[in-house]
């Protein structure tokens, strides 16, 4: 059995105005997302800004209400549970955020942030607690003697160590990672690549990583979504999307990839440019009458695309 | 070659900090032509920045020291007063920003920042300045200049303030442009069209660019020839075939193998040791990229390393080069072996 099963989660937030602040309409930040994450798995979530990437995370972990569809962890519906019996499940589920700047609090010492998810789910003595954040720090290659330091006492790489330190405490089964390298420099953000698969190994996880990236996509996940104003436009594995890509859009994406060998360059530009007038000459072509997506439409066993039935 | 537009020679900038001197660009000397786009990569503290400040005068004069030449024109920049500075300023020397949410005035119309630098340098009648203005969004790829000129930043997206904030550093025909970062901020598929508009604007402009950035897919996407910095030195210098095929410096191959390629599969990545050191506690004497690679042996570097020509045109720092290899990697000698 899959660990996670989205199915047509929707995200919708109202617009308020006129008259008493009525609803008078919705942003679709999620519009119908579907996909189902197996055991040990990393899934890759990409697209540009304001896409709803995020949104589809934050909604799976709880931050964001779902307003429709369902989020199966583990079987229990997740997305209709009211908070006490959320919390059973939710400490299986944790987060590593975007910016190691501000998801720490700079005002608790590590031992303060990472004894955090412990002091909420166990009752622990000091004591206990105390060697269960040493084995961690230490377990993500932070000195023992840095649980009494404050965040700013740390540089990018080590905060967003910490922050992994945070998620890890309760052995979780799922990690949801939101942009988890995109504040880093390269060589910092290789360090937490590798850093994040050694102990995907460890422990087992799973991973949603979330990012705009798609060269860090590419080298970490399994398996990749591809949205697009909330919906899905492409599913598959890496393979699958990055070797053939098959709707327009994940075609542009795919192109706007800097090119690493110089002597290409302009083969490249030409590339793009050709897909770029192909967009927006057959962009219509890709949503049906109201302006949605279509429906993903299976391909092979592992790859689908949302594009007409009936193919174009 | 071509014509010489810009000529950095042993560039020194050292900031104030608690009363003592620290300098951030350690002794650069570079110097740009005509229709050349040169890159300056580097990991965020490396003094990138900090040269691209002092190039156009923007430093914070209080805390900043300047030494060296800056040669724009037959002119040392360092050493102008502000009033003619700024003769130079937005004319022959154009900025691009990282940041086009940040760049542009609010309160302005596009028309009127456009048009601006023109106010300043050019005289220009009120119907040629528009004319103008309307020509420069027509070049940055703006098909409905009209509409735009009369618009306000906030009705535009990121790419087109950065389309917008281009055109105003072409405005007055710069010979050399600089560029801080100018895709970082966007994202991936508006990275690629500003890239390939800046390689169209320079078959169509003959002015030098310096192009910041620690991306290196932009460099291989952009640039002619690249200085790759590092603690405030320059530690390669190549032109950028030379750099991608054979890149020698251990700073140069450890970045490059850092990068999450999309051609390479699941392999790990190289992580280079250690952090950046600020630049309070830097050591500036011997080779300052040697406690990031400590296996290899203290004699593989010079005392005090310079530049060192081993192609025309391939400047590598130290000697270390000669004997890097990744730690992963098997040695034949095993005398170089520390660890």
């Known amino acids: 059995m899959s660990l996670l099963n989205v199915n047509n989660l929707q995200v919708h937030f109202p617009i308020r105005g006129g008259f008493f602040r009525r609803v008078v309409d919705q942003v679709r930040a999620v519009d119908g997302v579907s996909f189902e994450l197996e055991p040990g798995e990393t899934y890759g979530l990409v697209g540009e800004s304001g896409c709803g990437k995020t949104t589809t995370g934050r909604?799976?972990?709880?931050?964001?209400?779902?307003?429709?569809?369902?989020v199966l962890f583990n079987g229990d519906n997740l997305a209709t549970m009211n908070g006490h019996d959320r919390r059973k499940h939710i400490r299986d589920i944790q987060m590593i955020f975007q910016d190691p700047y501000s998801s720490l609090n700079g005002r608790k010492n590590v031992l303060n942030i990472i004894a955090e998810p412990l002091r909420n789910f166990e009752r622990l003595s000091p004591k206990e607690e105390l060697t269960r954040v040493q084995n961690m720090i230490e377990r993500v290659g932070l000195s023992p003697e840095s649980i009494y330091k404050y965040p700013h006492q740390f540089s990018g790489g080590q905060r967003q160590r910490i922050g992994i330190a945070r998620a890890l405490m309760l052995n979780p089964k799922l990690i949801i990672a939101d942009e988890p390298v995109s504040a880093l420099d390269v060589s910092v953000q290789a360090q937490v690549l590798n850093f994040m698969q050694e102990?995907?190994?460890?422990?087992?996880?799973?991973?949603?990583?979330?990012?705009?990236?798609?060269?860090?996509?590419?080298?970490?996940?399994?398996?990749?979504?591809?949205?697009?104003?909330?919906?899905?436009?492409?599913?598959?594995?890496?393979?699958?999307?990055?070797?053939?890509?098959?709707?327009?859009?994940?075609?542009?994406?795919?192109?706007?990839?800097?090119?690493?060998?110089?002597?290409?360059?302009?083969?490249?530009?030409?590339?793009?440019?050709?897909?770029?007038?192909?967009?927006?000459?057959?962009?219509?072509?890709?949503?049906?009458?109201?302006?949605?997506?279509?429906?993903?439409?299976?391909?092979?066993?592992?790859?689908?695309?949302?594009?007409?039935?009936?193919?174009? | 070659m071509a014509e010489t537009v810009l000529e950095i020679e042993n560039l020194r900038t050292s900031f104030n900090i608690k009363g003592n001197y620290y300098a951030a660009v350690d002794g650069v000397s570079l110097t740009v032509h005509k229709n050349e786009v040169v890159a300056i990569v580097g990991e965020s503290g490396c003094g990138k920045s900090a040269l691209a400040l002092s190039i156009i005068g923007l430093h914070n004069t209080k805390t900043t020291k300047l030494e060296g030449q800056v040669n724009l024109?037959?002119?040392?920049?360092?050493?102008?007063?502000?009033?003619?500075?700024?003769?130079?300023?937005?004319?022959?020397?154009?900025?691009?920003?990282?940041?086009?949410?940040?760049?542009?005035?609010?309160?302005?119309?596009?028309?009127?920042?456009?048009?601006?630098?023109?106010?300043?340098h050019m005289k220009l009648s009120s119907a040629a300045k528009k004319k103008r203005v309307l020509e420069l969004l027509g070049q940055v790829g703006i098909k409905d200049a009209n509409r735009i000129y009369k618009q306000y930043p906030h009705e535009l997206s990121g790419g087109m303030r950065q389309r917008v904030v281009i055109a105003i550093a072409l405005a007055c025909n710069p010979v050399m442009l600089i560029a801080d970062e100018p895709t970082t901020a966007l994202d991936v598929t508006i990275q690629a069209q500003i890239m390939d508009l800046m390689k169209e604007l320079q078959r169509i402009t003959d002015s030098g660019i310096i192009l910041i950035t620690h991306d290196l897919g932009v460099v291989a996407e952009m640039a002619n020839r690249v200085a790759v910095m590092y603690a405030g030195e320059f530690v390669e210098i190549a032109d950028v075939n030379t750099l991608f095929s054979n890149p020698l410096h251990p700073y140069t191959r450890s970045l490059l193998s850092s990068i999450p390629s999309n051609m390479t599969d699941k392999e790990e990545l190289h992580v280079i040791e250690g952090i950046v050191p600020s630049i309070q506690k830097l050591d500036r004497e011997g080779c300052r990229f040697a406690p990031r690679i400590p296996w290899i042996s203290e004699d593989a570097h010079e005392d005090k390393p310079t530049l060192h020509e081993v192609e025309p045109g391939h400047f590598v720092r130290c000697t270390c080069y000669k004997k890097f290899h990744f730690p992963e990697e098997r040695v034949e000698d095993e005398n170089y072996v520390t660890t």
């Open chain 2, 73 to 120: 024109k037959g002119q040392n920049l360092l050493n102008l007063p502000v009033e003619k500075l700024n003769k130079i300023r937005g004319k022959d020397l154009g900025m691009i920003f990282q940041d086009p949410m940040t760049a542009l005035n609010p309160l302005a119309t596009i028309g009127r920042q456009i048009a601006e630098p023109m106010d300043y």
């Open chain 1, 59 to 70: 909604a799976i972990i709880g931050l964001n209400k779902a307003t429709g569809g369902e």
């Open chain 1, 199 to 312: 102990i995907q190994k460890d422990f087992g996880l799973t991973y949603l990583f979330i990012s705009h990236d798609l060269g860090v996509i590419k080298h970490i996940c399994d398996r990749i979504g591809i949205m697009y104003k909330g919906r899905f436009v492409e599913e598959g594995t890496a393979e699958d999307v990055y070797n053939n890509p098959q709707h327009l859009y994940t075609k542009r994406l795919i192109a706007a990839i800097p090119e690493m060998d110089p002597a290409k360059r302009f083969e490249k530009m030409e590339l793009r440019q050709e897909i770029n007038t192909a967009y927006r000459t057959e962009y219509d072509s890709y949503f049906d009458k109201d302006g949605r997506m279509f429906d993903l439409k299976p391909l092979t066993p592992t790859h689908s695309v949302a594009i007409q039935q009936g193919g174009m």
